[in-house]
């Protein structure tokens, strides 16, 4: 049984350009939630998807924009990248509301923008 | 806005030695969660504390939630290399999303 998946692993990208990054949730949870990681910080939350829907979001501009597929899989896409938004992006799948469930993290993607 | 602190940020302790983080909000929790992340690696649940004054243990590892439902700690007894990363507490404050601590970092000296 898989665990939660996250690709690509690592990415470099210049500032004003776009990116997306994909994850796949563990077998079973219908919930994805997206998470940012700045160096030696906690998770920052930047938004939750379930049934298709974004149902929470956090302090994040509207750059930020994601996507759930009826497969619950999960795109996270970021617009007009900034050098502050280098950091690790995290993935986790729940079954259910993140608030309330075990969230089961995926290995992350480090984005770096130069 | 809602907000996780967590103390210390570091902790270096001889192995065999205690060791205790301690999470605190201003507001009341519905929930909270301890998280573990090794170094390069990624957050790993431990568990979750519902209850006001509940306490759960995990062999060597205790969890408190606090009265009031605005702290928690997490306590380790007689540490040992494999408890090094960095710990997170992630409180819910009512609505669907997490809010994660800051994390204490600890190092174990052998």
């Known amino acids: 049984d898989a665990g939660v998946t996250q690709s690509p692993t690592h990415l470099i990208k210049t500032r004003g350009q776009q990116v997306t990054l994909r994850c796949s949730p563990k077998?079973?949870?219908?919930?994805v939630s997206w998470y940012q990681q700045a160096l030696g910080q906690g998770p920052q939350f930047i938004f939750q998807?379930?049934?298709?829907?974004?149902?929470q979001r956090g302090n994040f501009p509207d750059r930020f924009s994601g996507h759930q597929f009826p497969n619950y899989s999960s795109e996270l896409n970021v617009n007009a990248l900034l050098l502050g938004d280098s950091a690790l992006y995290l993935c986790?799948?729940?079954?259910?509301?993140?608030?309330?469930?075990?969230?089961?993290f995926g290995p992350g993607t480090r984005l770096t923008v130069l | 806005g809602q907000q996780v602190m967590q103390i210390p940020q570091y902790q270096h302790v001889q192995e065999g030695e205690d060791f205790t983080t301690y999470c605190n909000s201003s507001?009341?929790?519905?929930?909270i969660q301890w998280y573990k992340q090794r170094p390069g690696g990624h957050p790993v649940f431990l568990i979750q504390?519902?209850?006001?004054?509940e306490v759960k243990k995990q062999k060597r590892l205790t969890f408190q939630f606090g009265e009031a439902k605005k702290n928690s700690s997490l306590h380790i007894t007689a540490t040992q290399t494999t408890d090094v990363g960095t710990y997170f507490c992630?409180?819910?404050?009512?609505?669907?999303?997490?809010?994660f601590g800051t994390g204490t970092r600890l190092t174990i000296i052998p």
């Open positions: 986790a799948s729940s079954f259910g509301l993140a608030g309330d469930y075990e969230q089961f």
């Open positions: 077998s079973g949870h219908d919930t």
């Open positions: 998807y379930y049934e298709e829907e974004e149902r």
């Open positions: 507001t009341t929790l519905s929930n």
């Open positions: 504390l519902v209850k006001s004054g």
């Open positions: 992630a409180g819910n404050f009512g609505n669907e999303k997490l809010t």
